[in-house]
């Protein structure tokens, strides 16, 4: 079970990594404060255009891909019918045989909606279990999926709104006991709410622009459990907030500027109350007395308002909470693109920091897209992350064989 029980917090490692301190940090004595969730996957960062850009894409213009970032941009998308897929080995520098495959697909319904939907599949590789004796009693291949269907139609001629539904499942341990207790796989249901707003008519410093900005507030769903009478976890309930501008220099050349904010809207672990050889204090019904924070058990909508106020450390640790991801990419003649990007977590949250690279190539039915993850600090998991992604253009395809 210690084996099962490691590679599912390596998952989790990705989103609670703990920092490499610095002499400033470690002179104001830092205290970690990481958020941790279940079904981590789902905030990964499914295709390599995205991933290029720092892991921003709520406010990207609308591709095969919209289905992860934001359900809205799809009404605005240029296209009728697109498909995208993307691979991705996954910390590759712990274990050797995690990856993440995502499928994608959008239909335009006419000139002011569209659906859409997207195959998640999370792969842990293979497992080992063994008893408390460590003899062998079987292996096991953990994995988890999330499936996709939204909807987005055009409210105007510049904004769109759009909702998604998700089921996500998880199975860990393959229904085998723990310790006595049976263990299963966990289940929830989610839902996305986004919405889109672009202007292709603006200027900017005297250059013709689009400015597009984005929120999506992804995974609002009920807590996870994989026992009976465990106590249920929340899933990774999120809010994006982001803008692009792109300057359109000519006919052939563009240049996009991206940025996006991220914060979890599950609670914050408060602070909990210890005497003087460090063991918890408990209250009169047996819980733990928090000293600073709130009580993390509450309800799903309830953890939703409450993670704007309830870090222990006040507003400046809310702010911490923030992750922000930025972008750069250009485009030459709408066939080949250079993308650059990075993205920052507060070493207090996890301390994710890295720079992100990657290209695109455009032709006549499909495109190819890579990214490369290059870490700034030591130990990181995530460090050179591949990703590849291959989207398929059907009308493209359609007008080739009507000629």
């Given amino acids: 079970m210690k084996k099962i029980i490691l590679s599912s917090l390596a998952i989790a490692l990705v989103f609670s990594l703990k920092a490499q301190k610095t002499d400033d940090e470690l002179a104001n004595d830092l205290q970690l404060n990481t958020i941790t969730t279940a079904v981590p996957f789902l905030l990964i960062a499914p295709d390599s255009r995205a991933g290029a850009l720092g892991d921003a894409g709520v406010a990207s213009s609308p591709d095969a891909n919209s289905m992860h970032w934001n359900v809205a941009k799809l009404a605005f998308v240029e296209k009728e019918m697109g498909v995208s897929m993307s691979y991705s080995p996954w910390l590759r520098q712990l274990v050797p045989d995690i990856n993440l495959s995502y499928l994608a697909f959008y239909k335009k319904l006419g000139d002011k909606n569209a659906i859409g939907g997207s195959l998640r599949y999370f792969s842990l590789g293979d497992i080992k279990f063994t008893d408390e004796q460590g003899n062998a009693i079987g292996d096991f291949n953990p994995n988890e999926f999330a499936v996709d269907l939204g909807y987005s139609q055009k409210l105007s001629d510049r904004f769109s709104a759009g909702i998604a539904?998700?089921?996500?499942?998880?199975?860990?341990?393959?229904?085998?006991?723990?310790?006595?207790?049976?263990?299963?796989?966990?289940?929830?249901?989610?839902?996305?709410?986004?919405?889109?707003?672009?202007?292709?008519?603006?200027?900017?410093?005297?250059?013709?622009?689009?400015?597009?900005?984005?929120?999506?507030?992804?995974?609002?769903?009920?807590?996870?459990?994989?026992?009976?009478?465990?106590?249920?976890?929340?899933?990774?309930?999120?809010?994006?907030?982001?803008?692009?501008?792109?300057?359109?220099?000519?006919?052939y050349n563009t240049f996009t500027i991206l940025t996006d904010f991220n914060k979890l809207l599950v609670p914050t672990p408060p602070i909990y109350a210890t005497n003087d050889l460090g063991q918890p204090i408990l209250d009169d019904e047996g819980n733990r007395v928090i000293e600073s924070g709130k009580d993390p058990d509450v309800p799903v909508f309830t953890g939703m308002i409450q993670s704007f106020s309830d870090a222990p450390g006040g507003f400046s640790e809310e702010l911490k909470e923030i992750n922000i991801s930025t972008g750069l990419e250009y485009w030459y003649n709408k066939q080949f693109a250079v993308r650059a990007g990075y993205f920052h977590e507060s070493a207090q949250k996890g301390n994710r920091k890295y720079f992100t690279v990657g290209a695109g190539l455009k032709m006549s039915v499909f495109s190819i897209d890579f990214s490369y993850l290059i870490s700034v600090t030591q130990n990181n998991p995530l460090a050179n992350t591949v990703r590849f992604s291959l989207v398929f253009d059907f009308d493209a395809f359609s007008k080739q064989n009507n000629e």
């Fill in 165 to 251: 539904g998700r089921y996500i499942y998880s199975n860990l341990t393959g229904g085998i006991d723990v310790s006595g207790t049976n263990t299963k796989a966990g289940t929830s249901f989610a839902v996305d709410v986004a919405g889109y707003y672009t202007n292709d008519d603006a200027e900017v410093f005297g250059q013709d622009a689009i400015f597009n900005v984005g929120l999506n507030i992804s995974n609002i769903g009920s807590k996870i459990s994989y026992t009976d009478d465990a106590i249920k976890d929340f899933i990774p309930i999120n809010m994006r907030l982001g803008q692009s501008l792109t300057f359109v220099l000519d006919d």
